[in-house]
């Protein structure tokens, strides 16, 4: 298995811009998993999916972020419009109990 | 609660055991694990331990957990450069749609020559 894909790796916008990050889970795992990386923070969980379906988004900033998960195999996050305090590293990680990371999107906002 | 916490930093020499520490505050955690992130990469799983074990050895790797005391530890044998990195300890809480964990702040690693 090539394990969690995420693209793309990096991304760089403009403050305003939508940003959207993509992430296929490991075949088979039915729990999905947002999280986002700072230096100020650490790791913190925004939403988590389990067999498709969002059950605790109460980590997502605000209005901004929406994650989707319109299948087992793909899930978005998307941040429209996008602010510079955004910038981070968001990794996705699946797992059916133990979670299984993917290498992180790294955003710049500018 | 949830909480997890870990110092930030510790220095070893090359060949040293390191221990890294962990104290967490949810009894009713199912699982407790550790990751290593190395620069500019994602977690990897290091190893785990169910909350009923007081004891696990992988390889190199010890893990101890202290359920009275909720304290868990990752021990390092012999360690190498290779070793350094941030070091997560994480607990697994079950709830109504799966298990969530929650990280410490992480531990970064450093192995001196």
Redesign the interface.
Same mark, same amino acid.
Request: proline letters at 2%; glycine letters at 22%.
């Given at each position: 298995d090539a394990g969690?894909i995420q693209s793309p790796r990096h991304e760089v916008t403009e403050m305003g811009q939508e940003v959207t990050l993509r992430c296929k889970p490991i075949s088979g795992h039915?729990?999905l998993?947002w999280y986002r990386q700072t230096m100020m923070r650490?790791?913190e969980?925004l939403i988590?999916f389990?067999n498709n379906?969002p059950?605790?988004d109460s980590g997502m900033p605000e209005d901004r972020f929406s994650a989707k998960m319109p299948n087992a195999s793909f899930s978005t996050l998307k941040i429209q419009p996008s602010e510079p305090r955004d910038s981070a590293v968001y990794?996705c990680?699946s797992?059916g109990?133990?979670?299984?990371?993917?290498?992180?999107t790294r955003l710049l906002v500018l | 609660g949830e909480d997890v916490e870990q110092s930030l930093f510790l220095s070893v020499r090359e060949g040293d055991s390191s221990v890294i520490n962990c104290t967490y505050t949810d009894s009713s955690s199912t699982?407790l694990?550790w990751?290593k992130q190395e620069p500019g990469?994602?977690?990897?799983?290091l190893t785990?331990i169910f909350s009923n074990m007081d004891m696990k050895q992988d390889q190199r790797l010890t893990v101890l957990l202290n359920k009275k005391d909720k304290h868990l530890s990752l021990r390092i044998a012999d360690t190498q450069t290779g070793d350094s990195a941030i070091y997560?300890c994480a607990e697994?809480i079950p $709830? =109504?749609?799966?298990?969530?964990?929650?990280?410490g $702040? =992480?531990t970064q690693l450093k192995v001196e020559l």
């Open positions: 969690v039915n729990s998993f650490g790791l969980l988590y389990n379906v059950i605790d990794f990680a797992g109990g133990t979670q299984y990371f993917g290498p992180g | 699982y694990y990751y990469a994602g977690l990897q799983l785990y997560f697994s $709830t =109504g749609g799966g298990n969530k964990l929650t990280f $702040t =992480g």
